[in-house]
């Protein structure tokens, strides 16, 4: 094969300039991914040599990672006896970003600065982060596979590499760092030892540096769970799940019985940024008796739970199951149960915190709630479960950061309140503008407010909190006891007479019980579709009918007290222009109103008319 120049991808360039014109503080991590793709590279071979009995040789007796350096030369070799790579491979691999998401990475790189090594492993670009150190890379590669012949790929990281044939005879890869002025403290063995002691301890495959053993080897989740102290725990969350930080729950269960499996599982601080990518592989990893057989497998847990990592190990799962086999095991469904209950358990024990050691539950619901929320509405047989870790924003906060527990909300119910009472909405500020509140912060009734989406099919699901009903404050159904006495009153006529005149757009009018400072307020249906949720489905461009909804006026403000009298004048133009202006005013406010331009209209000729009154009478018209 004669050698053949590329250039890299465009986001690969601009990845690896990144690297290159940076001066970052946490370099060491490119040892971490390098060491990573080693292991990885070795499961995938030894998961081949189950059914295959041809591959490549391996070089020595034990398969494992060997580090070399030569800190004269200024050099650190990476080897391991892994799957290697074809030339094809090669090109494929490592000129391009294979996963999606590569441009989101490339901003949030720019945006992290110093922070940009931590984010390096996430993103599966960890390859490139050799660049950060070494002025020219080598990786001499050859497949396991016996097609494959040895290949050679140089390159300095100024936009293009070459490939060639390389000269290796066993199976695995070989990265050779030619390390930059700057970097040359990684070519001290003591200092790779302790990198490699820092991250990636419990890889299980041995590591060697000069010769000398790095790592301890064992598996860690098939240790006693009561013998894995935090530290090793969170050093070996930090490598399978490529975070720098500590995770913010550890879940390490060992059974025994009806079948074996022990799992490894952690609740990270902070979303993975593809939490929301639908094509983002998902999944613990899964291994049968210490051999990965899956990395991602999605099936062991539910996918409203993705942003769980760790490891499954099953002694009962047959290593040659497909993944689409996976998906059928029996033992799969049970096990995925018995994790999804587990986790559920231990969150709630988590959401336990005392005075001098707050839970750090609630820092868990900001990142995560959003999908414990769609494992509520879709998940009925863990809803038991889920219901005791739902939060709520309510009005009786001072801010978005404040959360509500159900129970906390049923703790502060009133004297005579017998609903739990909720708001859903665009933001927070548009709930606390509704008039829907007005009863409620009247009576001292805290109310919560549901701004996410995916609130409108909770609240479907969530009907009751131990016995007592969730209910929309927008709902027509509102019976609170005083207030109700205008109620049936027909205003002199002007309630049938608005009636005529809205016609079918709107299902009703009446006098409200829950305005004191608003004029009106728009009123779902018992039964139709709440304004919010058609907003919601409207801007995802479905096509939804309107509901006809109620208009409510408060009976003792100015507005109506005027517009009874105008009417009862026989004043029909003006009770038509204003009666319209307030249908517009309560669309406004309901953050529903689908012709603005008119509506803009409408409110620039009545400015017209009560300037032209404030010049005849002389006297002001300011509010
Ligand atoms: P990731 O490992 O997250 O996919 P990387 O940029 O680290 O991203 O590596 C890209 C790909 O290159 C890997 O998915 C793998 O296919 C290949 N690769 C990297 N290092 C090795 C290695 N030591 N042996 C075999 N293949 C490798």
Known sequence: ????????????????????????????????????NAADALDKSRFLGLTRTDLTPLAGE?????ITTDAAAGTVIIEDDGIGMTAQEVVDNLGTIARSGSKEFLNRLKEAGQDAPKLIGQFGVGF???????????????????????VLWVSEGAGKYTVEAGDRAHRGTRISLKLREDAKEFADPSVLRHIIRKHSNF?????????????????????????????????????????WRDPALKIHLSVDSPFQYTALLFIPEERPFDLFNHKAERGPRLYARRVLIHEHAADLLPEWLRFVKGVVDSEDISLNVSREMVQKTPIVKKIREALTK??????????????????????????????????????????????????FNAISHEDDQGLMSLADYKAGMKEGQDTIWFLTAESRELALASPHLEAFRKRGWDVLLLTDPVDEWLV???????????????????????????????????????????????????????????????????????????????????????????????ASHPLIENLVELHKKGKTADTESFSRLLLDDALLLDGSVKDPAAVGRRIQDLLVRASKAALADGSSAAI
């Open 1 to 36: 094969m004669s050698a053949t120049e590329h250039g890299f991808k465009a986001e690969v360039q601009q990845l690896l300039d990144l690297m290159i014109h940076s001066v970052y503080s946490d370099r060491e991590v490119f040892i971490r991914e390098l060491v990573s």
């Open 203 to 243: 890889l299980p495959w041995p590591i060697t540096v000069d010769g000398e053993s790095a790592n301890s080897g064992k598996a860690l989740w098939a240790e006693p769970p009561s013998q894995v102290t935090d530290e090793e725990a969170n050093n070996f969350y930090r490598s399978v799940a490529s975070d």
């Open 128 to 150: 490139y982060s050799c660049f950060m150190v070494a002025e020219r890379v080598e990786v001499t590669t050859r497949s396991a596979l016996p097609e494959g012949e040895a």
């Open 460 to 554: 479907q699901a969530l009907e009751k909190y131990e016995d007592i009903p969730l209910k929309s404050v927008s709902r027509g159904d509102l019976k609170l006891e005083d207030g109700d006495k205008a109620e049936g009153a027909d205003l002199g006529g002007l309630i049938p007479w608005m009636e005529a005149f809205y016609g079918d757009g709107l299902r009703a009018v009446r006098v409200s019980s829950r305005l004191t400072d608003s004029a009106c307020v728009l009123v779902d249906d018992d039964s139709g579709m709440s304004a919010n949720m058609e907003r919601i489905l409207r801007s995802a461009n479905q096509p939804v009918p309107s509901a006809r909804r109620i208009l409510e006026l408060n």
């Open 62 to 66: 034990e398969a494992g990672i060997r």
């Open 342 to 391: 587990r986790i559920l358990k231990d969150l709630a024990k988590f959401t336990e915190g005392t005075e001098e050691k707050p839970s750090k539950y609630p820092a868990v619901w900001r990142e995560f709630g959003l999908l414990l929320k769609e494992g509520y509405y879709s998940a009925p047989e863990s809803r038991d479960l889920l219901l005791p870790l739902l939060r």
